[in-house]
């Protein structure tokens, strides 16, 4: 992430949704990329202002004419919400308006349509799929622009999604449905799998406690050395593997129950699942 990056005057930003990943990326906007002052939150839910004030932030529990002096809107509602999301905002959508959603499953075309007016979509969109370690900093978001979203936009986007972490465009929606089911899911795959380290931990004799302790510096170790070496995972992890030792074992243990087979089976159904949220919130 840039630690460089002077605030803008300029820039003003509304979340259409108040919960914890607009809260996150707000964070991590907030004094770098522009004034707290000029962020404005809408949410439903009057709880949830509090917050946000408190950082400086205005708020709102309905759409206003405060969204039309926001040149970028970051909906951040549930998919099942999102239509009546959008139409409600309609009214005060200016033609300049960057509008970045982070609904899964929802298509970038139907995104335009509801935003259009007589007929004509409005694409000047960004379809985001961020993850929950934005919430500290450490994200990774999928990105996606539309045929609308010019050079500059593109790169404002970049920047703001960047406060929070790392960013990958990609090129179609497809590849939006395939973010979700690797790194916008991916955070529950991992935390699934350090239940089962910790639990496997007590079971060969530590407490909870040095099992947690061991388990996480150990994926926090291995993912900054994957990070940061030239040799692929497959490469490190032969590297650890001594024939007939004690990771040869466990790995084999792996193998045999096919965890290659059993994660791309997981990725495809969180994958199908996002086609079909667009299917059935997308009309």
């Not at 179609?172 to 395939?178: R, S």
Request: charged share 20%; hydrophobic share 45%; aromatic share 6%.
């Amino acid at each position: 992430m840039d630690t460089h990056i002077t605030p803008d005057s300029r820039l003003r930003v509304a979340f259409i949704g108040a919960g914890n990943m607009a809260t996150a990326l707000a964070t991590g906007m907030a004094g770098r990329l522009c004034p707290a002052g000029q962020i404005h939150a809408v949410d439903l839910n009057p709880d949830s202002h509090a917050a946000w004030q408190a950082r400086g932030a205005t708020t709102a529990t309905a759409p206003d004419e405060t969204l039309s002096q926001c040149n970028v809107w970051f909906f951040a509602v549930k998919p099942q919400y999102m239509r009546d999301a959008v139409r409600a905002c309609q009214p005060w959508l200016r033609p300049g308006t960057l509008v970045v959603s982070v609904a899964a499953g929802l298509r970038g075309d139907v995104l335009a349509a509801w935003l259009g007016q007589d007929g004509q979509p409005y694409d000047k969109i960004v379809r985001c799929m961020p993850n929950t370690p934005a919430l500290v900093g450490a994200g990774v978001t999928g990105m996606l622009a539309l045929a609308g979203v010019g050079a500059a936009d593109r790169e404002l986007a970049q920047t703001m999604l960047s406060s929070v972490g790392h960013v990958v465009w990609v090129d179609d929606d497809a590849a939006i449905d395939a973010v979700t089911a690797l790194s916008g899911s991916g955070p529950a795959y991992v935390f699934r799998f350090l239940e089962a380290l910790i639990a496997g931990g007590v079971a060969v004799g530590l407490d909870e406690e040095q099992a947690k302790a061991l388990a996480l510096g150990t994926f926090e170790g291995a993912a900054k050395l994957a990070r940061e070496s030239a040799d692929s995972p497959s490469v490190l992890r032969e590297r650890v593997t001594s024939k007939g030792g004690t990771t040869a074992a466990a790995l084999k243990v792996f193998d045999d129950g096919d965890l290659m087979g059993l994660v791309a089976r997981a990725m495809a159904a969180a994958a199908q699942r996002s086609r079909e949220l667009a299917q059935e919130f997308g009309k």
